[in-house]
């Protein structure tokens, strides 16, 4: 018979699905009423390892569990400045979770990744009555709005889906936020497209950034700039946020350049199969005009620029009309 599960360690940066995990476990306590009255909420920045392993060793009022969830303790006791105030906290801990009543769940909620090296993660993987799981971010953060947008019940197209990835950059609690904004302005009725994120976001339409790219192609500076500053004062866009969404044009299409020069077919490659086929076949096209020497040069460039940036070596208004003109002379 497997060990009963009496501690968790919850932790990463991926925090909707951590909170789809603590739901779970907080959904197993029974009746909601009873559950409430064997449920402990605790801040880990105004608690210690004592009152943890008091609240974690009560026995369940009427029930047969006992929940105490603890939020931000692992990482503010082993942070620089904890002390020995801290390694003290770790090592009551470490000592006193083995031997937790198996009517108790406790569970530790860390928004940011542990070390596997972290004490308590070491004894969560060793301790048959730990439990640990990391939530880590995903690379390709496409997938995962498909399925929050199926989770609230909602549909999104394919070309939204991108979109809305290359605005958010990464971030998921915003993602997330957006997603139901964007269902909610919806109505929950019909699919969220690519006008409805150009609409509700920052977003500039991909329509703009393959002309720019296509101008640049045709070595044609002038209209690569006028688009570009058409770009900037019709959608208030932050030209450094243009700036990233031509370097994942020009990633994709040193990709595809360089599948196509090991004489292989562009469109299996993951980015591209999520994008429709009429924007799929024009990045090829666009690739082909580009050798992968130059494709890599611009890339190479690109990042260059986005670090004087990011600096403050060069104003972003200033590096786009100083890429262009560097790639267009």
């Given at each position: 018979?497997?060990?009963?599960k009496?501690?968790?360690?919850?932790?990463?940066?991926d925090?909707?699905?951590?909170?789809?995990?603590?739901?779970?476990?907080?959904?197993?306590?029974?009746?909601?009423?009873?559950?409430?009255?064997?449920?402990?909420?605790l801040?880990?920045?105004?608690?210690?390892?004592v009152?943890?392993l008091?609240?974690?060793?009560?026995?369940?009022?009427?029930?047969?569990?006992?929940?105490?969830?603890?939020?931000?303790?692992?990482?503010?006791?082993?942070?620089?400045?904890?002390?020995?105030?801290?390694?003290?906290?770790?090592?009551?801990?470490?000592?006193?979770?083995?031997?937790?009543?198996?009517?108790?769940?406790?569970?530790?909620?860390?928004y940011?990744?542990?070390?596997?090296?972290?004490?308590?993660?070491?004894?969560?993987?060793?301790?048959?009555?730990?439990?640990?799981?990391?939530?880590?971010p995903?690379?390709?953060?496409?997938?995962?709005?498909?399925?929050?947008?199926q989770?609230?019940?909602?549909?999104?197209?394919?070309?939204?889906a991108?979109?809305?990835?290359?605005v958010?950059?990464?971030?998921?609690?915003?993602?997330?936020?957006?997603c139901y904004?964007?269902?909610?302005?919806?109505?929950?009725?019909?699919?969220?497209?690519?006008?409805?994120?150009?609409?509700?976001?920052?977003?500039?339409?991909?329509?703009?950034?393959?002309?720019?790219v296509?101008?640049?192609?045709k070595?044609?500076?002038?209209?690569?700039?006028?688009?570009?500053?058409?770009?900037?004062?019709t959608?208030?866009?932050?030209?450094?946020?243009l700036?990233?969404?031509?370097?994942?044009?020009?990633?994709?299409?040193?990709?595809?350049?360089?599948?196509l020069d090991?004489?292989?077919?562009?469109?299996?490659?993951?980015?591209?199969?999520?994008?429709?086929?009429?924007?799929?076949?024009?990045?090829?096209?666009?690739?082909?005009?580009?050798s992968?020497?130059?494709?890599?040069?611009?890339?190479?460039?690109l990042?260059?620029?986005?670090?004087?940036?990011?600096?403050?070596?060069?104003?972003?208004?200033?590096?786009?009309?100083?890429?262009v003109?560097?790639?267009t002379a």
């Amino acid at each position: 018979m497997a060990a009963v599960k009496t501690f968790y360690i919850l932790h990463g940066e991926d925090e909707y699905s951590l909170k789809v995990e603590l739901k779970a476990i907080r959904s197993k306590m029974g009746d909601p009423t009873l559950a409430d009255l064997n449920t402990t909420l605790l801040d880990g920045k105004s608690t210690n390892a004592v009152e943890v392993l008091s609240a974690a060793g009560n026995f369940p009022f009427m029930g047969d569990k006992r929940l105490v969830i603890v939020e931000g303790l692992l990482t503010w006791i082993t942070r620089k400045g904890a002390g020995k105030t801290g390694k003290a906290d770790m090592e009551l801990l470490t000592n006193g979770i083995p031997s937790l009543p198996d009517s108790t769940r406790l569970v530790f909620v860390e928004y940011e990744s542990l070390e596997e090296s972290h004490p308590l993660v070491k004894l969560a993987r060793t301790d048959p009555h730990g439990y640990v799981k990391h939530f880590e971010p995903p690379r390709d953060t496409v997938p995962w709005i498909n399925k929050r947008v199926q989770d609230y019940g909602g549909q999104i197209e394919p070309g939204a889906a991108v979109a809305l990835a290359g605005v958010m950059n990464g971030d998921l609690r915003a993602i997330e936020s957006e997603c139901y904004k964007l269902l909610t302005f919806v109505g929950f009725e019909r699919p969220i497209t690519e006008a409805d994120i150009a609409l509700m976001t920052s977003y500039v339409p991909e329509t703009n950034v393959f002309d720019i790219v296509d101008a640049v192609a045709k070595q044609d500076g002038v209209q690569a700039l006028k688009l570009i500053h058409r770009v900037l004062e019709t959608t208030k866009q932050e030209p450094l946020m243009l700036l990233g969404m031509i370097n994942r044009q020009f990633r994709l299409l040193l990709q595809i350049r360089e599948v196509l020069d090991m004489g292989a077919n562009p469109r299996q490659l993951g980015d591209l199969q999520r994008l429709p086929g009429g924007k799929k076949e024009f990045l090829i096209r666009q690739a082909q005009v580009f050798s992968l020497e130059q494709l890599e040069q611009i890339y190479h460039r690109l990042a260059e620029y986005d670090y004087e940036i990011k600096t403050g070596q060069v104003s972003d208004d200033l590096a786009l009309d100083l890429l262009v003109a560097g790639l267009t002379a």
